[in-house]
């Protein structure tokens, strides 16, 4: 439905492919440079590890195409994105659990230096995961009233990485972050609003693709270059913890995942979300 909106909107795509499996579809319009990925993984664009190797390696794509500007989407009904598939917490496999969170810090690094700006257009729910590719971009347009975003971790009795922590510190500072983070609060469209959790709040998908597209509009008269430098440098201390310590990551999250405590916590809430 979205991919029609958007091919209707401008009918100048010159590329319009699709990934591998279709769990992403990639378009650029040739005239405005303005590219947009759309997250297609129902039930609920859960990020497993060969989804979240076809964001990385699309992100990469997109780098060599040159493009000038991003919008990230989802083509579900209500669902932007549901964060990490917690599936493969449960009685995870050592090996392919370290695969999927050395990708995901991978991906995390790609998406949130592109070369180029990027807007999420917020579409559905975004818990976890889901609200951090949300905050990696340089702009969030969020479809309301009535979906919600957030770092839900701890009521998952899991502890959200030290990047996703970093990374919401940047986009709402300290104070809220920590209310934020340690309660796990899911906020509303409005509340993702009035903390700067988001941008802007449309009432339809349209609107919130056209806002996007206006934002991206604004680059069209500033250098590459002095967008990249400028945002290097400001994201750079939100990066340099996990450029710097990868493996600590690594470590922490496997250790902590293959814990009793946090396993029986997954179960529990694996089995309230089944309900
Ligand atoms: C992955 C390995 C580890 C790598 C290490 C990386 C670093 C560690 C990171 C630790 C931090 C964790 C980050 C996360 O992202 S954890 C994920 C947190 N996500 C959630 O809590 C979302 C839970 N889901 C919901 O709240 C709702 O489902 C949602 C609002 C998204 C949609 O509600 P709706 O009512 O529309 O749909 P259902 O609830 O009926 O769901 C439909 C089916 O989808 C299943 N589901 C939902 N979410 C997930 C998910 N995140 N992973 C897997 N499966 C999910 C749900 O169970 C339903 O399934 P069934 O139809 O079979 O019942």
């Known amino acids: ?31 405005l440079g303005i590219a947009t ?43 932007f994105c549901a964060g990490l598939d917690i599936t493969e917490f449960s009685n995870p496999n050592p090996e392919r659990l370290s695969k999927i969170c050395t ?21 559905g729910h975004s818990p976890a995961g889901g609200c951090l590719l949300a905050m990696s971009c340089d702009y969030r347009v969020m479809v309301g ?5 957030g770092l839900n971790e701890t ?16 986009v709402i500072g300290q104070r809220k972050a920590e209310v934020s983070l340690t309660t796990g609060k899911m906020y509303t469209t409005d509340q993702a609003l009035q903390i700067g959790l988001v941008d ?12 996007g597209i206006q934002f991206l509009n604004n680059f069209q008269k500033i250098s590459p270059w002095a967008y990249k430098m400028t945002k290097d440098i400001r994201r750079q201390p939100t990066v340099q913890w996990l450029i710097d310590n990868k493996q600590k990551d690594l470590d922490f ?10 396993q029986k916590s997954i179960g529990l809430y694996l089995q309230s979300l089944k309900k």
């Open 37 to 79: 990925l759309v997250m297609n993984k129902p039930p609920v664009n859960s990020l497993n590890l060969e989804f979240l190797e076809e964001i990385k390696s699309q992100l990469t794509q997109f780098k060599n195409d040159k493009i000038r500007g991003m919008i990230l989407t989802s083509d579900l009904q209500k669902i």
């Open 1 to 31: 439905m979205l991919r029609r909106y958007i091919l209707n909107k401008t009918n100048t795509f010159i590329n319009y492919r699709y990934a591998s499996q279709s769990m992403l579809q990639s378009t650029i319009d040739d005239k």
């Open 200 to 211: 802007e709040s449309v009432p339809d998908v349209d609107n919130a693709i056209n806002k």
């Open 253 to 262: 999250v496997v250790k902590s995942m293959m814990s009793p405590n946090v």
């Open 155 to 170: 009521k998952l009795g899991i502890v959200a990485p030290k990047w996703f922590q970093d990374c919401m510190v940047a």
């Open 145 to 149: 009233p009535n979906y919600t975003i």
């Open 103 to 123: 990708t995901f810090q991978d991906t995390w690094l790609a998406l949130y230096l592109t070369q180029f700006p990027t807007v999420a257009v917020i579409n």
